[in-house]
């Protein structure tokens, strides 16, 4: 019998976040929740849809832009990590 229904720990695993960032997009509204009891529960079909988002041209934009000002700042950091 194929679920329609799975908890915030599941929905977690599925999209490879922790529980605390699940509720965190239950409270702002990107991923939508129904509230049972004390608990969350998300439909199956909203996860899959939150799944398949894909990045628009702005936000691939802003994430180089980002990754650039990091290496920039932090490079020497990063590299000496790395040999760590």
């Known amino acids: 019998m194929d679920k329609q229904y799975i908890s915030t ?3 977690a695993k599925e999209l490879g976040i922790s529980r605390i960032a699940v509720f965190k997009k ?3 509204g990107d991923i939508k929740a129904k509230k049972v009891g004390r608990n969350f529960i998300i439909a199956k079909e909203d996860l899959d849809i939150h799944q398949k ?3 628009g041209a702005a936000d691939k934009h802003e994430i180089d ?3 650039k000002k990091t290496i920039k700042e932090y490079g020497e950091t990063i ?4 040999n760590a």
């Open 26 to 28: 239950i409270k702002k």
């Open 53 to 55: 988002k894909t990045l």
């Open 79 to 82: 590299k000496l990590l790395g």
């Open 65 to 67: 832009q980002a990754v």
């Open 9 to 11: 720990a599941e929905a």
